[in-house]
């Protein structure tokens, strides 16, 4: 992969690069603007986090963070909102990260919402009720930023919220009544008790992601690339069988070769049929798919055509 090209003069009298100009890969170039939004929120805010979930998207900011700051160490906490029903393999590749890296990690337990009554578990999936954690966390720890690994190519709510996106006092997000951005001008102007978040990958697609993943040599959970589980049918959609997901009685466990695309709460995460079992194999995979990974394997998004976007209003990712 080209990182950086000399770009010729033009003109009758060629005489050979111009010194200073450059070109950069499509790559490169989203790096770039990444690690100038995550360094712009360093200088601007006083208690910035990034959000972490353990997936690719997450793993991808923080190590753009990383970069971003080298040979410094992060100048802010990453913190992970746990809703108690992970995937193992997540987990794993989360405390590998941290050990590895030495970012300080806060970790947000849903259950101890549960347990103090902020919140009732009504059904099996804790996907919608991890809007409370967050919030809590946010405003307990006086976070005045937010990193999130939100991308606009995953959903239409998502595809127009600007990278700065304002909340409120509640922590809640109107997108009515969104800042304008222009280039790459960024406004973080707010109030005590409100809060911006931000989205340094908002221009960068699935396909995007794994490439770059590819290219750094990014370790991801196992779970993202083809293996054999037991999974079952639900709506449409292959859902693995876990300690916190178990199949109806109508509802056939079977053993196939998939991937998954996102994670999240296991309760409301399909995966896919796949061989997919290299980063290069991903990315001729992504290439042709024509869903979202998240129109495709969220339970969560599938609740109503505004399903994010409600969650979003009331303070979620």
Same mark, same amino acid.
Request: charged share 30%; aromatic share 8%.
């Given at each position: 992969?080209?990182?950086?090209?000399?770009?010729?003069?033009?003109?009758?009298?060629?005489?050979?690069?111009?010194?200073?100009?450059?070109?950069?890969?499509?790559?490169?170039?989203?790096?770039?603007?990444?690690?100038?939004?995550?360094?712009?929120?360093?200088?601007?805010?006083?208690?910035?986090?990034?959000?972490?979930?353990?997936?690719?998207?997450?793993?991808?900011?923080?190590?753009?963070?990383?970069?971003?700051?080298?040979?410094?160490?992060?100048?802010?906490?990453?913190?992970?909102?746990?809703?108690?029903?992970?995937?193992?393999?997540?987990?794993?590749?989360?405390?590998?990260?941290?050990?590895?890296?030495?970012?300080?990690?806060?970790?947000?337990?849903?259950?101890?919402?549960?347990?103090?009554?902020?919140?009732?578990?009504?059904?099996?999936?804790?996907?919608?009720?991890?809007?409370?954690?967050?919030?809590?966390?946010?405003?307990?720890?006086?976070?005045?930023?937010?990193?999130?690994?939100?991308?606009?190519?995953?959903?239409?709510?998502?595809?127009?919220?600007?990278?700065?996106?304002?909340?409120?006092?509640?922590?809640?997000?109107?997108?009515?009544?969104?800042?304008?951005?222009?280039?790459?001008?960024?406004?973080?102007?707010?109030?005590?008790?409100?809060?911006?978040?931000?989205?340094?990958?908002?221009?960068?697609?699935?396909?995007?992601?794994?490439?770059?993943?590819?290219?750094?040599?990014?370790?991801?959970?196992?779970?993202?690339?083809?293996?054999?589980?037991?999974?079952?049918?639900?709506?449409?959609?292959?859902?693995?069988?876990?300690?916190?997901?178990?199949?109806?009685?109508? *509802?056939? %466990?079977? $053993?196939?070769? +998939?991937?998954?695309? =996102?994670?999240?709460?296991? !309760?409301?995460?399909?995966?896919?049929? /796949?061989?997919?079992?290299?980063?290069? *194999?991903? %990315?001729? $995979?992504?290439? +042709?798919?024509?869903? =979202?990974?998240?129109?495709? !394997?969220?339970?969560?998004?599938?609740? /109503?055509?505004?399903?994010?976007?409600?969650?979003?209003?009331?303070?979620?990712?």
């Amino acid at each position: 992969m080209t990182e950086v090209t000399a770009s010729p003069a033009t003109g009758a009298h060629d005489h050979g690069p111009v010194a200073g100009q450059y070109e950069l890969s499509h790559l490169r170039s989203l790096e770039a603007e990444a690690i100038h939004i995550i360094r712009e929120v360093a200088a601007e805010f006083e208690r910035p986090v990034l959000l972490f979930s353990g997936g690719k998207d997450s793993i991808v900011m923080l190590y753009l963070a990383l970069k971003a700051f080298r040979p410094g160490r992060l100048p802010f906490p990453v913190m992970h909102v746990d809703t108690g029903h992970n995937f193992d393999e997540v987990i794993a590749t989360r405390d590998a990260l941290v050990a590895e890296t030495g970012v300080r990690l806060i970790v947000a337990k849903v259950q101890d919402d549960i347990d103090a009554g902020r919140v009732v578990e009504t059904i099996p999936s804790r996907n919608p009720i991890q809007t409370v954690t967050l919030l809590r966390a946010i405003r307990e720890n006086k976070f005045d930023a937010a990193f999130g690994g939100a991308r606009r190519d995953e959903e239409k709510a998502r595809a127009k919220e600007r990278v700065f996106s304002f909340r409120d006092e509640f922590g809640q997000w109107d997108p009515k009544a969104q800042r304008p951005e222009l280039w790459n001008i960024y406004n973080g102007r707010h109030h005590k008790g409100e809060h911006i978040r931000v989205f340094p990958l908002s221009n960068w697609t699935e396909f995007d992601i794994w490439s770059y993943i590819g290219a750094e040599k990014i370790p991801l959970p196992s779970i993202y690339y083809a293996h054999r589980r037991k999974v079952f049918k639900r709506d449409g959609m292959l859902l693995a069988v876990d300690r916190h997901l178990q199949p109806r009685a109508d *509802e056939k %466990v079977f $053993e196939a070769t +998939v991937r998954f695309r =996102t994670v999240g709460d296991v !309760t409301c995460t399909g995966c896919v049929e /796949s061989n997919a079992a290299t980063v290069a *194999e991903v %990315v001729a $995979e992504t290439a +042709v798919s024509r869903l =979202t990974e998240r129109g495709a !394997t969220r339970a969560d998004d599938r609740i /109503s055509e505004a399903g994010m976007e409600d969650r979003k209003r009331q303070g979620y990712f």
